[in-house]
């Protein structure tokens, strides 16, 4: 996958040698997040968080609840059954004072195509990871590592 600098409409190509991803090529992706099996792939496009196998055909789509910004999602983990999938976003702030944005991180549920888990991160968050069965995200946060459960 490679990205052109600019708006992401266009932008976001996937080349591959391997002929069973060629009808990938034209998929309007800004940025891969992960291979949830060897046959299928999330990226983020336009607000929302896609899936897709192989041939093309989406598996998954669901709305991220971050207005576009100058940065795309992040991955952060999937869980090992790969029924879950954390990303985190920058999110505008509604009171804006000093930086206008925070990250917040996103657990989609992959077989029910919902959000189960929402949080906003501190400004000084350096890393995140999601358990291996999904139910725990670490945060680490002002020099601590948080652990919180995730339904």
């Known amino acids: 996958m490679y990205t052109v600098t600019g708006a992401c409409t266009g932008s976001g190509h996937i080349v591959s040698e391997q002929h069973r991803w060629r009808s990938l090529d034209n998929i309007p992706a800004c940025d891969p997040l992960a291979f949830i099996t060897p046959e299928s792939l999330a990226y ?3 607000e929302h968080l896609v899936v897709v196998d192989s041939t093309g055909k989406e598996l998954f789509q ?29 999110k505008k702030k509604t009171l804006a004072s000093g930086w206008p944005y925070h990250r917040e991180v996103f657990i989609y549920d992959l ?14 968050s350096a890393a995140w ?5 999904g139910h725990q995200l670490a945060i680490i946060s002002q020099g601590s590592l948080l652990l ?4």
């Open 129 to 133: 990871a999601l358990s291996p069965d």
């Open 44 to 46: 983020a496009f336009d």
């Open 148 to 151: 919180i459960p995730v339904p």
């Open 111 to 124: 077989l029910s195509h919902h959000i189960i888990f929402k949080r906003a991160l501190e400004s000084d």
């Open 62 to 90: 669901a709305g991220i609840p971050a207005s576009a910004t100058f940065q795309a999602p992040s991955f952060v983990g999937l869980s090992e059954d790969h029924t879950r999938l954390a990303i985190t976003a920058l």
